[in-house]
């Protein structure tokens, strides 16, 4: 697109500001029904036809022109905030997509000139409803994934069991960027406490596999070098017969059916010689 092509849309935009707005904005709260207000939605409008005209004005010929750098950067922002308040895709192109009703109607008032310089905004604003599609998705991904290593985080705590003892107890599938979270968290919390002890229970977990043992292989031996020994509690019947099938080797790693008798066995020792009656208050 030429520069004074890009000026001549620019001008159109401007001479025709409140037609092509009225039907925009009338198909735009039409679409996302009380998602929005109809003021917050004429202000973003607003921003996106000025930033838009500015970037014909500057001569942009293209979506990824410096030109429309602005442009592309305000509707960036408008998929993120879309995407944090649980809009959907099409929720959140509609508002740039719904410009072409606009566009349509001055188009049938004009002459073939002005048809035919309607076209090729037609064809930016869909390359514009394009880009923030997938500036919400790349948005959308980011927020999944944050979420996922929050929840990571909060599934794999390192609680302090007694002076010296800490425990992480392990729920639901271990795989590798859990075993991650876990060595970091433990790491920290042995160096945080001081603890000589840390306890592995593995009640939660349903199944243990020889990827899932070679994970808490790896935790063991992280924690090890900081000095603390390990227990791996939690072992059922069903877990202890498949780790035997599997002919899975913990070598010289303490195991303990239950959390209590793996608390029990590192207070002793500790030289802490108690009874699990007396460990566990009763």
């Given at each position: ?26 198909r735009?709260v ?5 998602r ?35 442009l ?10 879309r995407?944090r ?70 599934s ?47 009640t939660?977990?349903?199944?243990v ?16 070098l ?44 500790n ?12």
């Amino acid at each position: 697109m030429p520069a004074a092509d890009a000026a001549r849309l620019a001008a159109i935009l401007e001479d025709r500001t409140a037609d092509i707005s009225a039907a925009w904005l009338d198909r735009v709260v039409a679409e996302l029904q009380g998602r929005t207000t109809r003021a917050e939605a004429q202000r973003e409008q607003a921003e996106i036809l000025d930033a838009l005209v500015d970037g014909l004005k500057a001569g942009g010929e293209r979506v990824d022109a410096p030109a429309f750098d602005a442009l592309r950067g305000l509707l960036a922002e408008l998929s993120a905030a879309r995407a944090r308040l649980g809009f959907t895709p099409r929720e959140t192109a509609v508002g740039v997509f719904a410009l072409k009703e606009g566009l349509y109607a001055v188009a049938g008032e004009g002459d073939a000139a002005d048809v035919a310089d309607l076209t090729a905004l037609l064809r930016l604003v869909d390359d514009l409803g394009l880009f923030t599609f997938e500036s919400f998705a790349a948005a959308r991904e980011s927020i999944i994934s944050e979420q996922a290593e929050q929840l990571l985080e909060l599934s794999t705590p390192v609680v302090k069991l007694w002076e010296g003892v800490v425990a992480v107890p392990l729920v639901g599938t271990l795989d590798s960027a859990r075993t991650q979270v876990v060595m970091e968290k433990l790491l920290q919390t042995l160096v945080e406490t001081g603890s000589e002890h840390a306890i592995i229970d593995i009640t939660g977990v349903p199944a243990v596999d020889t990827q899932v043992a070679q994970h808490l292989l790896k935790t063991v031996v992280a924690a090890r070098l900081m000095g603390a020994e390990c227990t791996i509690s939690g072992i059922r019947p069903q877990i202890a017969q498949t780790i035997v099938a599997l002919g899975i080797e913990f070598g010289d790693i303490r195991t303990k059916a239950t959390l209590a008798d793996a608390l029990v066995a590192a207070l002793r020792s500790n030289g802490a010689a108690r009874t699990p009656a007396a460990v566990l208050g009763v």
